[in-house]
């Protein structure tokens, strides 16, 4: 026979491993509550994962979500080409556990969309910059230069946090205000330039920086072979002699090369570009390291103002023969 006080033990014990099952089902129903995206709220301490394929839209989302986002940016070494880029089991862990996911698309990273078709049981929303500009495969895929660009995508991350996190919709409606509000210096930029070199001849290795260029107003020449060094094809006998003409005889105000691949090609022209005195500038793909996307516009276009002045001399051929030209 139990005595009183082992019933007592039972009944304690029988108590505890109550409030255990009960502590530990309510911890895992958070855990659960905590991975649905959009369809429901973030539980109030945990952040989004989101993962950004190139670094300047992680900057992006840095901006708009602050302390309540953990970005992870799978292109970030502006070192590396990015067209030599390759997916790793990393990666595509990383957009496993993502709740959010941003990527460029117009098939400049093809890898990406097939990593999310691969990756499945995973509730989360996708942003394709493409998709909110209306570009597809075989347009100019540097779409993070053409100034309409990134209002898009800031808004459609906005929407994206506060369906996921309405408790912080306000803060994210803020962030978002802040973040366009701080592109317009860019605009300011854009048409200072444009009041001033409008239909000036430049040229360029690669069209990395094409819709910043058209932004502006000015005339790029030589765009078949920067077809041709973008999609690692061959430029024809006749492109090349046309780029080396417009160096040599300086038809050109500016050379603009992509810092992130120079191949042979290109540093054959950036020393011609330089016996020839015609100014050059670089641009890269990838954000670099301690800038923000507007500072690193910004430092770009700045770079580029003092090329285009550099350029403007009185034996330059630039305006006289080749303006409005682009073979």
Not at 24 to 38: E, M
Not at 126 to 155: E, F, Q, S
Not at 170 to 190: E, G, H, R, T, V
């Amino acid at each position: 026979m139990k005595t009183i006080g082992s019933l007592f033990s039972a009944a304690r014990r029988s108590l505890k491993l109550s409030t255990f099952v009960r502590t530990h089902l309510c911890t895992c129903l958070l855990a659960v509550a905590a991975l649905g995206f959009g369809h429901g709220a973030f539980a109030a301490d945990a952040k989004i994962p989101v993962v950004a394929a190139e670094n300047f839209y992680g900057d992006a989302v840095r901006q708009l979500g602050g302390d309540r986002v953990d970005v992870t940016s799978i292109l970030s070494n502006p070192n590396q080409d990015p067209h030599l880029f390759e997916a790793s089991p990393a990666t595509a862990r990383a957009l496993q556990h993502a709740s959010l996911v941003v990527y460029n698309g117009a098939d400049y990273d093809p890898w990406m969309a097939k990593l999310l078709a691969a990756s499945t049981g995973a509730q989360r929303t996708v942003i394709v910059a493409a998709d909110l500009v209306g570009r597809k495969g075989g347009d100019n895929p540097h779409l993070w230069y053409d100034p309409t660009t990134m209002p898009k995508v800031a808004r459609a991350v906005c929407d994206a946090l506060s369906a996921a996190d309405p408790a912080h919709k306000s803060a994210y409606d803020a962030n978002l205000a802040k973040f366009l509000d701080s592109l317009k210096p860019i605009d300011a930029k854009l048409a200072e330039l444009h009041g001033r070199y409008a239909g000036l001849p430049v040229t360029a290795t690669e069209p990395v920086f094409g819709y910043m260029s058209d932004a502006i107003g000015l005339a790029m020449r030589n765009q078949r072979f920067q077809l041709a060094t973008m999609n690692d094809t061959e430029a024809s006998a006749a492109d090349i002699a046309a780029f080396e003409r417009d160096l040599r005889e300086r038809r050109v105000r500016v050379l603009i090369y992509n810092s992130q691949a120079t191949e042979a090609l290109t540093r054959r022209m950036l020393t011609l570009a330089q016996q020839s005195k015609v100014p050059t500038m670089s641009v890269t793909e990838t954000l670099p390291p301690g800038k923000t996307y507007q500072t690193w516009m910004l430092t770009q276009l700045d770079a580029l103002q003092k090329a285009l002045a550099a350029g403007d001399t009185s034996g330059s051929n630039s305006a006289t023969n080749a303006k409005g030209k682009t073979p």
